[in-house]
């Protein structure tokens, strides 16, 4: 699709555009339908009937198991969207809880690079994240933790195994950013989507085949076929890109870890011993 439609679409609500859309393909279908039944005289398509009815079954549910196929596709990659996002955040809440374990001079630097890190990304990255653009803001304060956590020297073997434990968690949120980047440019490719519209298309042109007693029957019929098939297509086109849309990913893993640091400040505060 152009870029212009598919900003279109990723920045109207979903019930707009899905109501839009879903109206368009079953007038189109209604609309190609009428003019089939005037170059097609009717009694042609009623004595195949019988016929058509077998043949469209199987073209049917060809296409109905491709679709179904596509969007259960299309929602795992959502899901494991989610859980990039989720992990991610996981990951900055465990090294921020283990800096307790640093000097407390070392362990301050560290939490203000990952305060920064999650005030850019829930600011910064999820705004271009939501138009489809891969955000590089983020790697600054990431490469700025990492050379305070390598350049350490610990003093006593607990702090060794901070560091250790540190540094294995930083890998592991260095990967779940690279997915997390990697899933915002991730869609489905433009030949499935050929396959689906033209897929579509050939199941709603096949149900013209039927001749009805009743044209408006007929067109009844259409329009529900084409309107069954457009609304899995809505589904789709929420889920395609998981970071874009009103059916989308928002930064409120990053926000609940961010409400959690103060909780664990204050226990913190209140665990250690009276001066």
């Not at 209604?30 to 016929?51: K, S």
Request: a negative charge; charged letters at 15%.
């Amino acid at each position: 699709m152009p870029t212009m439609i598919i900003d279109w679409i990723y920045s109207s609500p979903t019930w707009l555009w899905g109501t839009i859309f879903v109206f368009v393909c079953a007038g189109v279908a209604c609309l190609g339908l009428t003019i089939f039944h005037r170059l097609v005289h009717v009694e042609i398509r009623r004595a195949h009937n019988e016929l058509a009815g077998f043949t469209v079954a199987v073209v049917a549910v060809v296409y109905a198991v491709l679709l179904a196929f596509i969007a259960v596709a299309t929602w795992e990659s959502f899901s494991d969207a989610q859980g990039l996002v989720d992990n991610e955040a996981d990951y900055v809440g465990n090294i921020y809880r283990d800096t307790q374990g640093l000097p407390p001079e070392v362990g301050q630097t560290v939490r203000d690079d990952l305060m920064q890190y999650v005030a850019i990304v829930i600011h910064q990255e999820w705004p271009l994240q939501r138009q489809g653009k891969t955000p590089e803001t983020g790697w600054a304060p990431l490469h700025r933790l990492h050379n305070t956590i390598i350049t350490f020297q610990p003093q006593t073997r607990g702090q060794g195994v901070v560091q250790a434990e540190l540094l294995r968690t930083l890998n592991e949120l260095y990967k779940a950013r690279e997915s997390r980047l990697s899933a915002v440019e991730g869609h489905v490719p433009f030949v499935i989507w050929w396959i689906i519209f033209f897929g579509g298309g050939l199941v709603v042109i096949y149900t013209y085949l039927f001749g009805f007693h009743d044209f408006r029957m007929h067109l009844v019929m259409t329009a529900v076929v084409t309107t069954s098939l457009a609304l899995v297509v809505v589904l789709i086109i929420s889920l395609d890109w998981p970071f874009r849309g009103a059916v989308s990913i928002t930064p409120e893993a990053f926000l609940k870890t961010q409400a959690s640091w103060g909780t664990a400040d204050s226990t913190t505060a209140r665990t250690q011993p009276p001066k």
